[in-house]
């Protein structure tokens, strides 16, 4: 992670998680994560959201800046067991709905 990632992160912690999770939820959703084929390996992101995922994994409540909006904190791909909470925002966002 280079310099302005370095800040980049640092800001999203500040102002992007508002609520956290147990570490033992944040553990099975990094884990989820690290296997996934959409981990950007390089920047430790998710290439679907955008999320850091360290920060994304502990977060219960987060801000996402692209949709100007607090959000409970899911999965985009519903991998985390998350698959409604994912749908409820695609629906919203006028997007495909994903099979359950």
């Not at 508002?18 to 998710?46: A, I």
């Not at 800046?65 to 409970?72: D, F, L, P, Q, S």
Request: aromatic share 6%.
């Amino acid at each position: 992670m280079n310099l302005f990632q370095k800040a980049l992160h640092l800001a999203a912690k500040k102002i992007i998680v508002k609520e956290q999770v147990t570490p033992e939820v944040s553990s099975e959703r990094y884990n989820v994560c690290m296997t996934c084929d959409k981990r950007d390996e390089s920047l430790e992101k998710c290439r679907v959201c955008g999320c850091f995922l360290d920060l994304k994994t502990s977060s219960a409540v987060n801000w996402n800046a692209m949709k100007g909006r607090n959000e409970i904190t899911h999965c985009p791909l519903g991998k985390w067991g998350d698959v409604d909470t994912a749908n409820m925002y695609r629906q919203m966002d006028g997007a495909a709905t994903l099979n359950t």
